[in-house]
T-cell receptor, first 110, second 113 residues
Framework: QKEVEQDPGPLSVPEGAIVSLNCTYS??????FMWYRQYSRKGPELLMY????GNKEDGRFTAQVDKSSKYISLFIRDSQPSDSATYLC??????????FGAGTRLAVHP | SAVISQKPSRDICQRGTSLTIQCQVD?????MFWYRQQPGQSLTLIAT?????????ESGFVIDKFPISRPNLTFSTLTVSNMSPEDSSIYLC??????????FGPGTRLTVT
């Protein structure tokens, strides 16, 4: 079993939809959680960073962490074609090693 | 945040040769890392570049194949030695800030023929 599971998609949604991206994990020691967006042929871009459980909102993006269920989510409101990218979850237990999910490919069509 | 640049952005190399990739950060950072991303795959940590001491390698990666230098808090190099087509990949430099946020460079796309 992988430490971090993420559905690779692809996920295709119409413009304006609410997108939900999810990851599950098995290591209860994880306490730092990040979401990255990666456009084709580019490096990953840090979108959201959350420490421990709870919600964090930044513009159209909301990150949720539920440590009791070992489940994290990224919600994108009012999705735009420019949101089309691969979204990677990543997490770390404090030993300086980020563990990445496989990445979910998202396509937002006009 | 941190702004990271990498050189070269891409290269095509012959089997058996070596390539050195440079990573420059716009501010001093304690933690620098090197990752590999193979086509269509997620990111795999190669090593942590330690300033003033030898890099710490992950399982499956060795210093002879991927020597790393970290002469100061803003610069690091990764060399891919004695390349084979299996080394064709994107190599990414990454840094962690004092706020515990981790940023990535634009990557170096390597093709070995």
């Amino acid at each position: 079993q992988k430490e971090v599971e993420q559905d690779p998609g692809p996920l295709s949604v119409p413009e304006g939809a609410i997108v939900s991206l999810n990851c599950t994990y098995s290591n209860s020691a994880f306490q730092y959680f990040m979401w990255y967006r990666q456009y084709s042929r580019k490096g990953p871009e840090l979108l959201m960073y959350t420490y421990s459980s709870g919600n964090k909102e930044d513009g159209r993006f909301t990150a949720q962490v539920d440590k009791s269920s070992k489940y994290i989510s990224l919600f994108i409101r009012d999705s735009q074609p420019s949101d089309s990218a691969t979204y990677l979850c990543a997490m770390e237990s404090g030993y300086n090693k980020l563990i990445f999910g496989a990445g979910t490919r998202l396509a937002v069509h006009p | 945040s941190a702004v990271i640049s990498q050189k070269p952005s891409r290269d095509i190399c012959q089997r058996g040769t070596s390539l050195t990739i440079q990573c420059q950060v716009d501010s001093q950072v304690t933690m620098m890392f090197w990752y590999r991303q193979q086509p269509g795959q997620s990111l795999t940590l190669i090593a942590t570049a330690n300033q003033g001491s030898e890099a710490t390698y992950e399982s499956g990666f060795v210093i002879d194949k991927f020597p790393i230098s970290r002469p100061n808090l803003t610069f690091s190099t990764l060399t891919v030695s004695n390349m084979s087509p299996e080394d064709s990949s994107i190599y990414l430099c990454s840094v962690r800030t004092a706020a515990y946020e981790q940023y990535f460079g634009p990557g170096t796309r390597l093709t070995v023929t």
